[in-house]
C-alpha cells in the first residue's frame, strides 16, 4: 500500500519543514544537521553578511527607482530574498563558476560586482552588465530555467579536466516546471556532475503562486532523479550559508550534483513590468513582512550584544554610498551608435554584413527626416 501523502497547499504555512538556524523572531534555535557547517561563523562574520542584506537592499530599492525614472527598461527586484542570495553566494569559494537567472543581484554583488555592472544590461548597453571571466559569474539569464542546461555542461567539463570547482545554478519556483530544468539535473545525476542547483521558492511564477504548480515540497523532486537535497528557510541567512556549504562539498568531493529549495518570499513585483497587487493579497505579503531577513538577524546580534545603533548607522551611510555610485555610473553611460551593432560581427568585410548596414542606416534616416 502507498503511504498517505498530504498535499502542501501552502508553503507559508509549511515552512517548519524547513531547516532553519534563526527563528522569524531572531532566536538561535540548535540544528544538528547545520549547527556544524557554521561552527567557524563568528559575530564579525554575522555583521558582514548582515552589512551585505542590507547594501544589496538598498541597491535593488535604487535600481526600482532609476527604472521608475526611465534611465533603466527592466528591474528584476529581490526584495525579501537577500538572506538566500547572500548566504548561498558567501558560502561559495573563488573559482566557482555561477550561472544565475535576471534576479540574482545579490549574488553578483557577493562576487564582486561593480557599481555600473548592476545597471549595464537592463539599460540596454554594449556587453553583459558584468565582466563573466573577472567574476566567474555567466550573463543574467533571461530565458526562464536555460542556465541550468549551461551550468550542467560546465560541471561535465569540470569533472572531464579534474578541476576542484562546482558549477551553481539559480533559479526560480517557476522555472522547475520547465523542461531544462528537468532535462539538466536527468544529465547531472546520470554523469555525476559537480553542479549546485538552488530553487529560490519566492511563492510567485509571476501571477502564478507556487502551490497551484507543486503540491508537494519542490525539494522533493530532486531524489527522483537520484540528487539529494535539503530545504531550508530562505530568510535565515545562516540557514542559506549552511545548506550552500553542504552542497557544494558535496558536489566538490566527487559525489555528484546537490539541491537547494530555499523558501522566501519576492516581496515586490515580478519585474518593474508587473502589478502584483492584481493577484497577490495584501495579508500574504504583511505576514510576510515579519519573516523579513535582516530585521531577523538584527534581531539577533542586538540580543547577544553585537549590534548597536552606531554600527547600523555605519552600514546604512555605506549602502547609501553604493547607490549613489551605481546611479552616477548609471547616468554617465555613453550609449553607443545604432550602427554599431554591426562592428565586430565578422573579422573581416563582408558584403552581405555590408548591405544590411546600410538598410539599417536607411531605416534610421527615416525617423530624422520626420523631425
Known amino acids: 500500500m502507498s503511504p498517505q501523502i498530504t498535499p502542501i497547499v501552502d508553503t507559508a504555512q509549511d515552512l517548519e519543514l524547513a531547516e532553519r538556524i534563526l527563528t522569524p523572531d531572531g532566536a538561535r534555535i540548535p540544528n544538528p544537521q547545520l549547527d556544524r557547517l557554521i561552527s567557524d561563523v563568528d559575530p564579525a562574520q554575522l555583521r ?11 541597491i535593488d530599492t535604487e535600481g526600482v527607482a532609476l527604472q521608475r525614472q526611465g534611465q533603466l527598461g527592466l528591474w528584476a527586484p529581490c526584495q525579501g530574498q537577500e538572506a538566500t542570495q547572500i548566504g548561498t553566494a558567501r558560502a561559495l569559494a573563488p573559482q566557482d563558476f555561477v550561472f544565475p537567472s535576471y534576479r540574482e543581484t545579490g549574488v553578483i554583488y557577493a562576487r564582486g560586482a561593480q557599481p555600473g555592472d548592476y545597471v549595464r544590461m537592463w539599460r540596454g548597453e554594449e556587453g553583459a552588465g558584468h565582466d563573466p571571466a573577472a567574476l566567474r559569474v555567466a550573463p543574467l539569464q533571461i530565458i526562464i530555467g536555460a542556465q541550468s542546461l549551461h551550468a550542467v555542461g560546465y560541471a561535465l567539463g569540470i569533472r572531464l579536466e579534474g578541476a576542484h570547482e562546482v558549477a551553481v545554478t539559480y533559479f526560480g519556483d517557476g522555472a522547475t516546471s520547465q523542461g531544462d530544468v528537468n532535462e539538466a539535473m536527468i544529465f547531472a545525476a546520470s554523469y555525476r556532475a559537480p553542479v549546485v542547483f538552488v530553487c529560490q521558492n519566492n511563492h510567485w511564477a509571476i501571477s502564478e503562486p507556487v502551490a497551484l504548480q507543486s503540491q508537494y515540497p519542490i525539494a522533493g523532486r530532486a531524489p527522483g532523479f537520484g540528487i539529494p537535497s535539503m530545504r531550508v ?8 550559508l549552511a545548506a550552500m556549504r553542504w552542497a557544494l562539498d558535496h558536489a566538490r568531493s566527487g559525489k555528484g550534483p546537490a539541491y537547494i529549495e530555499a523558501v522566501t518570499y519576492r516581496m515586490g513585483p515580478h519585474t518593474t513590468a508587473d502589478d502584483p497587487t492584481r493577484y497577490r493579497p495584501a495579508e500574504e505579503l504583511e505576514a510576510w513582512r515579519d519573516r523579513d531577513p535582516i530585521a ?18 555605519e552600514t546604512q551611510a555605506a549602502a547609501d554610498a553604493v547607490a549613489k555610485e551605481m546611479r552616477a555610473e548609471c547616468l ?5 551608435e545604432p550602427l554599431a551593432v554591426f562592428d565586430g560581427v565578422y573579422a573581416e568585410p563582408h558584403a552581405g554584413l555590408d548591405r544590411q548596414r546600410d538598410e539599417y542606416a536607411a531605416y534610421l534616416a527615416t525617423f530624422e527626416s520626420e523631425v
Do not use: S
Request: net charge negative.
Open 233 to 240: 528557510d530562505g530568510n535565515d541567512v545562516l540557514a542559506c
Open 48 to 58: 558582514a553578511l548582515h552589512r551585505d542584506m542590507v547594501v544589496l537592499r538598498r
Open 296 to 313: 531577523r538577524l538584527e534581531t539577533y546580534l542586538r540580543g547577544i550584544g553585537e549590534l548597536d545603533d552606531e554600527h547600523l548607522a
Open 332 to 336: 554617465g553611460m555613453v550609449t553607443r
